[in-house]
């Protein structure tokens, strides 16, 4: 794996390196057990790329790697359950999945998409019983991909047009990405927040689909391209100028310092958490 170090995405770690107890003191002192974690959708192409990452961590340890036709209940009713179950399966799943740690008070951190408001309440209703328990659902993983919608979130008040564009591998089952989404609804929320109205559109022919998905307000252009991995452009404009804000991950290791962090901070944090940008500090 990328040697990630200097990132504050691995800040949270669970190793102490500034601590000040003496040599002998370290050496005496037994390390914490390694968070026991189950990956569901193991054998998938996010599954995989988590199950060697936390192979990878001496403070975390993979306990269970589950597929389809897998029983998660009873992974889960067993003694030496996992602490923390990872999600990469599929839209249809992810919902049952969670619903199912969160009945077994097991912290879950899920980055599969196509979650909408429904299925995020019903998971909120569902925490409401299981106080405690944290579920992290996180669209994007990759730094650069959060701060680009943050970054988007802050500079869409600012101009009169705004639209995003995502672009994503061919074999993606949902559109548009959950990043667009998340995207789209940080700006509509930014933009209501100081007044500002919709992007100006004089369209009145269209052929079906031609201005994209209407996401809260704003325009959402889905392509699907071989060779392509996840990619994300913003594209905001005012009389005169431009601002495009572009985020693009070429590899699936770019996921995984934030899929690190997720899981060794989901049990510090009960209830529902949507968006990594949460656990970097980015917004309350
Ligand atoms: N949050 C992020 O940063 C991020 C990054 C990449 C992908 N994703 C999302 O993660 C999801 C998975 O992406 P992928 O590229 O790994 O897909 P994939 O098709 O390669 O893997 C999905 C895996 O889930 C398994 N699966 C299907 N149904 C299951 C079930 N009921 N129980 C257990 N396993 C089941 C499949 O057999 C497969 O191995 C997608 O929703 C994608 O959008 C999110
Ligand atoms: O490969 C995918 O599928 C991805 N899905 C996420 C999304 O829908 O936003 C994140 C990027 C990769």
Redesign the pocket.
């Known amino acids: 794996m990328t040697d990630t170090s200097a990132s504050p995405v691995t800040s949270g770690a669970t190793s102490d390196t500034t601590s000040d107890t003496t040599s002998d003191e370290t050496s005496a002192a037994a390390p914490p057990a390694p968070l026991r974690v189950a990956v569901l959708g193991a054998g998938g192409?996010?599954g995989r790329q988590t199950v060697a990452a936390l192979d990878a961590a001496d403070d975390l340890r993979v306990v269970a790697r589950l597929g389809r036709g897998d029983d998660l209940a009873a992974l889960l009713a067993a003694v030496d359950r996992p602490d923390v179950v990872v999600d990469f399966t599929v839209p249809d799943v992810t919902l049952a999945h969670v619903l199912t740690c969160v009945a077994a008070r097991v912290h879950v951190v899920v980055?599969t998409?196509?979650w909408d408001d429904a299925a995020l309440d019903r998971v909120r209703a569902a925490l409401a019983d299981a106080p405690g328990t944290g579920v992290v659902v996180a669209?994007?993983?990759?730094l650069s991909?959060v701060l680009t919608m943050h970054v988007a979130a802050l500079a869409a008040p600012w101009f009169e047009s705004v639209e995003v564009v995502?672009l994503?591998?061919p074999?993606?089952?949902?559109a548009?990405?959950?990043?667009?989404?998340?995207t789209a609804a940080a700006i509509a929320a930014a933009r209501a927040a100081a007044g500002v109205g919709p992007s100006p559109d004089a369209t009145v022919h269209a052929t079906d689909g031609a201005r994209g998905a209407d996401v809260d307000g704003v325009r959402v252009h889905a392509v699907r391209l071989r060779g392509l991995?996840?990619h994300?452009e913003v594209l905001l404009g005012n009389p005169g100028e431009q601002l495009t804000i572009r985020t693009d991950?070429f590899d699936?290791s770019s996921?995984m310092p934030g899929v690190l962090l997720a899981v060794r901070q989901v049990g510090s944090r009960p209830g529902l958490t949507v968006g990594l940008e949460h656990l970097l500090g980015l917004v309350p």
Not at 139 to 142: E, G, I, K, S, V
Not at 171 to 174: E, G, I, N, T
């Open positions: 192409r996010m980055g998409t196509g669209p994007n993983f990759a991909a995502e994503h591998h074999d993606k089952l949902d548009p990405s959950g990043t667009a989404r998340h991995v996840a994300e991950t699936r996921f």
